[in-house]
Each structure stands twice: as structure tokens, then as C-alpha cells.
């Protein structure tokens, strides 16, 4: 699964659109994630988190295909992402990357 974004959009507070293209099973579709990023932190070195949500129907990407699987695959799917980041200075990510 592979999601890269053409387009984000402030809905209002912490709730964004993150609208691009995703690939599933070689397929590539657009789609449109509702986001949720309450945190945003000023403070490096913070922990902060985001969700997002979209839904998407299997068969648009060629999964559950054939004739006993189109009875057994839904027409809706979600995905669902809980990610947390945390942000790190410009000084703090070169010396991570000389560690490895």
C-alpha cells in the first residue's frame, strides 16, 4: 500500500484533508483521508500523533475478484492510521543519521 498526497486541506481546528493517490495490489486511485492532528507541537523533541480515515471500495483496486471472493469481499473498506511522530532539531536528526 502506497499513499502519496496531492492536497491537504484545513477543514477547521485540528481536522485536515489529505487528499491523493493511493496504490493498492498496483491499482491507483484517489482518495481522500480525514485527518486529526489535536497536537501540534512547537516544542521539539515532543511527542505528537495524528489519525487518519478513509474509505474505500476493495473492488475499485482489484482485490476480491472472481466469482466465489466478489460474495466474500465487502464493497467498503476502511483504513485506518494511528501514527506519532516526534520532532526532532535539524542538529539532532544529522547526528542520527552519522549513527547509523
Not at 1 to 12: D, I, L, P
Not at 57 to 63: A, I, R, S, T
Request: proline share 5%.
Amino acid at each position: 500500500m502506497v499513499f502519496a498526497s496531492t492536497h491537504v486541506e484545513r477543514v477547521s481546528g485540528p481536522d485536515y484533508n489529505v487528499t491523493g493517490n493511493l496504490t493498492l495490489h498496483g491499482v491507483t486511485k484517489p482518495v481522500t483521508f480525514a485527518v486529526t492532528y489535536p497536537a501540534q507541537q512547537t516544542i521539539r523533541e515532543a511527542p505528537t500523533g495524528l489519525t487518519a480515515k478513509a474509505t474505500v471500495n476493495p473492488h475499485d483496486f482489484g482485490l476480491g475478484q472472481g466469482m466465489l471472493l466478489r460474495f466474500v469481499v465487502s464493497e467498503i473498506a476502511t483504513i485506518e492510521i494511528g501514527l506519532e511522530t516526534v520532532q526532532t532539531s535539524a542538529q539532532g536528526r544529522q547526528a542520527a543519521a552519522l549513527a547509523e
